[in-house]
């Protein structure tokens, strides 16, 4: 290796993110792993499916073992400048409405004026149906 480290833009990283060239960013740095793709034991597509940004929660998520790490420095091309990687935003959940004690017995009224009168309709065919004689012959 050089004294001098190759510094990549995310940019140009990007660019490799194919079967034939396929660079990846992971911790920072920059790795050409073209030739592991069909060696990988996850397959290729996981590898290619990590092109273009910072794959480093992709490597962690999996956990590597202590072999796979050391493997990485055969395949180190440079370092990445971290100022063209996008920070990540943080996860905020939507605001859920206030909870209003009183737009509940609102509910509970309109409630009550549908399922009553439908009650009383019921209440009443029941009773005509069930105090009906029936006719003799």
């Not at 060239?21 to 990590?50: A, M, Q, R």
């Not at 180190?76 to 996860?91: E, F, L, R």
Request: aromatic share 10%; proline share 5%; charged share 25%.
């Amino acid at each position: 290796m050089d004294g001098e480290r190759k510094v990549y833009t995310l940019a140009e990283v990007s660019q490799h993110n194919h079967a034939k060239d396929c660079w990846l960013v992971i911790e920072g740095k920059v790795y050409n792993v073209t030739k592991f793709l069909e060696d990988h034991p996850g397959g290729d597509d996981v590898l290619l499916s990590s092109t273009g940004k910072d794959a480093s929660d992709d490597f962690e998520d999996v956990g590597h073992s202590s072999n796979a790490r050391a493997m990485m420095d055969e395949f180190y091309v440079g370092d990445i400048d971290t100022s063209t990687i996008p920070s990540k935003t943080k996860y905020t959940p939507p605001k859920q409405p206030h909870y209003n004690q009183d737009k509940t017995s609102e509910f509970v009224v309109k409630l009550l004026q549908f399922l009553v009168p439908l009650l009383i309709l019921g209440l009443a065919f029941g009773v005509r149906f069930y105090t009906k004689t029936p006719a003799s012959s």
